[in-house]
């Protein structure tokens, strides 16, 4: 009983399987292609003079380890060559990030067709084109984003509700990888990278991210899931018992609001300024921050595997009590299928794109389009509560009912024994024993005024005891009288007997 009161305080339970959808934020949607540079906006931005002296096959190497950090690792020497290379030509790190940010694709180069809750607009002003640890990505209903020093900032509205389930009260994109523009890709596949998270979390597309690929149609069905704690868990039970953190108990550097992945993130950042003395453009920073040069890339990307694989002993970074989370179910087929040329859709996007109608531009969706549909599976959402398993009051019923069963005990008795065993001691220590007040009657003037307080005073103790003594020798010659008329009574009776046996 005292174990599971010290090490299990609370207790996680189902409240409700009927939490209504719209008290639940529709999740954030990032989609990332797998080529980070167009071929074609990399070669224009190359005709820039400043980059004159800049072959396109060494931006393209640059570009390459600013878009995957797993790169750097024992690659020291021609980072630094690299470095070396453009300090000599003036070219910083803001620089090579403006590169990286015009010669991406953008979310209307990706985004062909945008659909939500059934209408194309204004579906595309829900997109944010932001910097993540795939390079550049779109994230649809992402949270407030706000850089100074790389000009970003995005977000500022709350982000979108639903009030219904299905994939027609939900997002439905058609994406477009355009195969032939790749330059510099992260992965050995064709097609994105799709990440379903909350608003306010930083898209960790490295870790967490799905993959789906040209000339499939994908369902993606989310079980929307929240969880919130009591007052009396945040109040009496410490974070390290209870292993989540209550709404600011714990503050980030660069976020607004707490989750998990933003604490590992603002952790990270702070580790990378302290050892690399600097920080890497997918992580936020302020002004005082320095971003990293080509040959702090080692560095971070060191920083980042040791928070990846040591992330709890290094940043402490508990989730939160109250969180909602999103459970995905995938399901996909092939696309387009037989009839998809007829439809409207097919119409719009042709033209949108400027693709010939007949077999050219089924080919085309084939080899480099593929659907998108994120949406609620269900009408409503579960909800988790998370409350103290036992309270003082608890542990004292259930402590007292296994006494009173096994013992036979109660609280009183356990009273009873303290009393005993320890209080009972205290009175009797200070208590002065009879014999004592008689052997010292002349004493009593020069008692103690705690004795005084506690046992009657040695006078009236004495007086009571010569009361005592006198009632006693009075009880004694009334005895003594009595026997001896009863020894008179019977040498009388002796007499008359011997008196008539002689007669």
């Given at each position: 009983?005292?174990?599971?009161?010290?090490?299990?305080?609370?207790?996680?339970?189902?409240?409700?399987?009927?939490?209504?959808?719209?008290?639940?934020f529709?999740?954030?949607?990032?989609?990332?292609n797998?080529?980070?540079?167009?071929?074609r906006?990399?070669?224009?931005?190359m005709?820039?003079?400043?980059?004159?002296?800049v072959?396109?096959?060494?931006?393209?190497?640059?570009?390459?380890?600013?878009?995957?950090?797993d790169?750097a690792?024992?690659?020291?020497?021609?980072l630094?060559?690299?470095?070396?290379?453009y300090?000599?030509?003036?070219?910083?790190?803001?620089?090579?990030?403006?590169?990286?940010?015009?010669?991406?694709?953008?979310?209307?180069?990706?985004?062909?067709?945008?659909?939500?809750?059934?209408?194309?607009?204004?579906c595309?002003?829900?997109?944010?084109?932001?910097?993540?640890?795939d390079?550049?990505?779109?994230t649809?209903?992402?949270g407030?984003?706000?850089d100074s020093?790389l000009?970003?900032?995005?977000?500022?509205?709350?982000p979108?509700?639903?009030?219904?389930?299905?994939?027609?009260?939900?997002?439905?994109l058609?994406i477009?990888?355009n195969?032939?523009?790749?330059?510099?890709?992260?992965?050995?596949?064709d097609?994105?990278?799709i990440?379903?998270?909350?608003?306010?979390?930083?898209?960790?597309i490295?870790?967490?991210?799905?993959?789906?690929?040209?000339?499939?149609?994908?369902?993606?069905?989310?079980?929307?899931?929240?969880?919130f704690?009591?007052?009396?868990?945040a109040?009496?039970v410490?974070?390290?018992k209870?292993?989540?953190?209550?709404e600011?108990?714990?503050e980030?550097?660069y976020?607004?609001?707490?989750?998990?992945?933003?604490?590992?993130?603002?952790?990270?950042?702070?580790?990378?300024?302290?050892d690399?003395?600097?920080?890497?453009?997918?992580?936020?920073?302020?002004?005082?921050?320095?971003?990293?040069?080509?040959t702090?890339?080692?560095?971070?990307?060191?920083?980042?595997?040791?928070?990846?694989?040591?992330?709890?002993k290094?940043?402490?970074?508990?989730?939160?009590?109250?969180?909602?989370?999103?459970?995905?179910?995938?399901?996909?087929?092939?696309?387009?299928?037989?009839?998809?040329?007829?439809?409207?859709?097919?119409?719009?996007?042709?033209?949108?794109?400027?693709?010939?109608?007949g077999?050219?531009?089924?080919?085309?969706?084939?080899?480099?389009?593929?659907i998108?549909?994120?949406?609620y599976?269900?009408?409503?959402?579960?909800?988790?509560?998370?409350?103290?398993?036992?309270?003082?009051e608890?542990?004292?019923?259930?402590?007292?009912?296994?006494?009173?069963?096994?013992?036979?005990m109660?609280?009183?008795?356990?009273i009873?024994?303290?009393?005993?065993?320890?209080?009972?001691?205290f009175?009797?220590?200070?208590?002065?024993?009879?014999?004592?007040?008689i052997?010292?009657?002349?004493?009593?003037?020069?008692?103690t005024s705690?004795?005084?307080?506690?046992?009657?005073?040695?006078i009236?103790?004495t007086?009571?005891?010569?009361?005592?003594?006198?009632s006693?020798?009075?009880?004694?010659n009334?005895?003594?009288?009595?026997?001896?008329?009863?020894?008179k009574?019977?040498?009388?009776t002796?007499?008359?007997?011997?008196e008539n046996e002689?007669?």
């Amino acid at each position: 009983m005292w174990h599971k009161w010290v090490e299990s305080p609370v207790l996680t339970s189902v409240e409700t399987q009927l939490y209504p959808l719209n008290n639940i934020f529709f999740p954030a949607v990032t989609i990332c292609n797998v080529n980070k540079v167009s071929r074609r906006k990399l070669q224009e931005a190359m005709e820039h003079p400043k980059y004159a002296n800049v072959s396109y096959s060494k931006m393209q190497l640059t570009l390459r380890y600013m878009t995957k950090l797993d790169r750097a690792i024992d690659n020291e020497k021609e980072l630094k060559e690299l470095d070396e290379f453009y300090k000599s030509r003036n070219i910083s790190a803001l620089d090579l990030f403006k590169i990286l940010e015009e010669t991406a694709p953008s979310c209307s180069d990706i985004v062909m067709d945008c659909n939500w809750l059934g209408l194309t607009y204004p579906c595309m002003e829900y997109f944010s084109f932001l910097p993540t640890d795939d390079g550049m990505c779109c994230t649809f209903n992402g949270g407030k984003y706000f850089d100074s020093m790389l000009g970003i900032e995005s977000g500022a509205s709350e982000p979108l509700r639903v009030n219904g389930n299905g994939y027609r009260m939900g997002l439905n994109l058609v994406i477009d990888a355009n195969v032939e523009d790749y330059s510099v890709t992260t992965g050995k596949f064709d097609g994105f990278k799709i990440l379903v998270h909350a608003p306010e979390e930083f898209a960790d597309i490295s870790d967490r991210a799905l993959v789906i690929g040209p000339g499939t149609e994908t369902f993606v069905a989310v079980k929307g899931t929240t969880s919130f704690n009591t007052e009396d868990v945040a109040r009496e039970v410490t974070p390290n018992k209870r292993q989540c953190l209550v709404e600011g108990e714990k503050e980030l550097t660069y976020f607004q609001r707490y989750s998990r992945s933003a604490c590992f993130v603002d952790c990270s950042t702070r580790i990378m300024q302290k050892d690399c003395k600097c920080r890497p453009y997918f992580f936020r920073g302020d002004n005082n921050s320095r971003l990293c040069e080509m040959t702090s890339y080692t560095c971070i990307s060191e920083v980042y595997e040791k928070v990846r694989s040591q992330g709890d002993k290094t940043c402490d970074c508990l989730p939160p009590c109250s969180d909602t989370r999103y459970e995905p179910e995938i399901s996909y087929a092939s696309f387009p299928g037989h009839g998809f040329n007829l439809t409207r859709t097919f119409k719009r996007l042709v033209n949108k794109r400027n693709l010939s109608s007949g077999t050219d531009g089924t080919e085309y969706f084939k080899s480099n389009v593929a659907i998108l549909h994120v949406y609620y599976k269900e009408k409503t959402g579960m909800r988790y509560r998370t409350d103290i398993r036992f309270g003082i009051e608890d542990f004292i019923s259930a402590m007292g009912g296994l006494l009173g069963l096994g013992l036979g005990m109660s609280f009183i008795s356990v009273i009873e024994l303290l009393y005993f065993f320890c209080a009972r001691r205290f009175f009797v220590r200070h208590r002065t024993a009879p014999d004592q007040a008689i052997q010292k009657p002349p004493n009593c003037q020069t008692e103690t005024s705690e004795v005084k307080n506690v046992w009657p005073s040695c006078i009236t103790l004495t007086s009571s005891i010569m009361t005592a003594e006198s009632s006693l020798d009075g009880r004694n010659n009334n005895l003594a009288v009595g026997i001896d008329a009863s020894k008179k009574t019977i040498q009388s009776t002796e007499d008359m007997t011997d008196e008539n046996e002689s007669q």
